[in-house]
């Protein structure tokens, strides 16, 4: 069983930058893939960005590049999501996944449904 916790949500301001974290505990996340998702208020959850813990490749929705990075810390044991350029729109709850498989293609990264494991979010409000 993996346990994800996230931090790093908070009010800001339109145009701040931000670093959410997500730590796991339970076992190493060798070959785990890692993805943020997010769920703003009357929507449905929708992929953030990801991150394959194998092979470091990156993937983002297309609402966040060139304003995002997915990184991570093997030591750690932990991912991060840097977002700049913050607009009130990216306000939502912030979800962390992760799942023991390993993927190759973005198709399976940016699906709920590949992720095994969810953390219980963490709050970012954008004020205008």
């Known amino acids: 069983q993996v346990q994800l916790v996230e931090s790093g949500g908070g009010l800001v301001q339109a145009g701040a930058s931000l670093r959410l974290s997500c730590t796991a505990s339970g076992r190493t996340m060798s070959n785990y893939a890692m993805g943020w998702f997010r769920r703003a208020p009357g929507k449905e959850r929708e992929f953030v960005a990801a991150i394959s813990w194998a092979d470091d490749n990156t993937y983002y929705a297309n609402s966040m590049k060139g304003r995002s990075a997915v990184s991570k810390d093997n030591r750690k044991n932990a991912i991060y999501l840097q977002v700049s350029s913050l607009k009130p729109e990216d306000t939502a709850v912030y979800y962390c996944?992760?799942?023991?498989?390993?993927?190759?293609?973005?198709?399976?990264?940016?699906?709920?449904?590949?992720?095994?494991?969810w953390g219980q979010g963490t709050q970012v409000t954008v004020s205008s």
């Open positions: 996944a992760a799942d023991p498989r390993y993927y190759s293609g973005q198709y399976q990264f940016i699906r709920e449904e590949s992720y095994a494991f």
